[in-house]
């Protein structure tokens, strides 16, 4: 059976020139485990960001050259290569201008952008400003974490403050998809919705998820596990 990445990568075969992802509960995890697979392929590969991610001496990217500035395209990437691009800022890395990006397209195989934040929680409602996905997006990953069941909404979905408080469970996954501000804002391109730490709860929740949805690209799974639980076939 092929792991999580491994089926992602198949689902984005032929559009993963510009990948986003989106959401809350894993994007930084999915951007580095699937730079090192498209990496693995002998692909030149570009982790960025259009919001802001953590500098890379607090979090490591794993990619093998780091740019600041126009430096980037001046360099050779070569096959099977990582390369980090952002902007320094004071607390975090920042995203470069979207037209650097487009023109690094040229350069690389892979783009990899994280597109959205959530300030470390795992579920999110999106605000009228985020995600930013640039119109050369050719696909799109959404994730949300689906081990929080029984928790406070309030504690763990940025952006939920205009909700009642209550305690997560089916119906708000359910929210999360069909929400004009929820997981499937602003995607482009082909579309994979994962939730992720989908090995941490009941297997009758990940059924009836699935099946409420079967139109939907929905994948159940593990990142830290790289396994694949479960996914609608589209």
């Known amino acids: 059976m092929a792991t999580l990445i491994e089926s992602l990568q198949k689902h984005f075969s032929g559009n993963e020139s510009c990948i986003c992802i989106t959401g809350s509960g894993g994007k930084t ?37 780091y740019f600041w500035d126009e430096a980037v395209f001046s360099y050779p990437c070569k096959k099977g290569e990582r390369v980090f691009y952002a902007k320094r800022g004071p607390i975090k890395a920042e995203a470069p201008p979207l037209e650097d990006l487009e023109r690094l397209k040229e350069y690389y195989d892979v783009l990899i952008l994280e597109a959205d934040g959530a300030r470390g929680r795992g579920l999110k409602l999106h605000s009228g400003k985020d995600p930013v996905v640039p119109s050369f997006t050719t696909a799109t990953l959404a994730i949300a974490s689906f081990s929080l069941f029984g928790q406070s909404l309030s504690e763990h979905c940025f952006g939920c403050e205009s909700l009642d408080d209550r305690l997560i ?16 804002k602003r995607m482009k391109g082909v579309c994979a919705i994962l939730f992720n730490q989908a090995e941490r709860t009941d297997r009758t929740k990940i059924e009836n998820i699935r099946t409420q949805f079967p139109n939907l690209p929905l994948f159940f799974g593990s ?12």
Not at 33 to 46: N, T
Not at 223 to 234: A, G, M, V
């Open 223 to 234: 990142l830290e596990q790289n396994l694949l639980i479960e996914r609608n076939i589209i």
């Open 169 to 184: 469970d089916e119906e708000t996954y359910s929210l999360l998809l069909t929400h004009p501000e929820g997981m499937q």
């Open 29 to 65: 995890t999915a951007l580095i485990q699937l730079s090192e697979a498209y990496a693995a392929q002998q692909k030149r590969v570009l982790v960025s960001t259009t919001t802001k991610v953590r500098h890379p001496e607090d979090r490591d990217y794993h990619c093998d050259h």
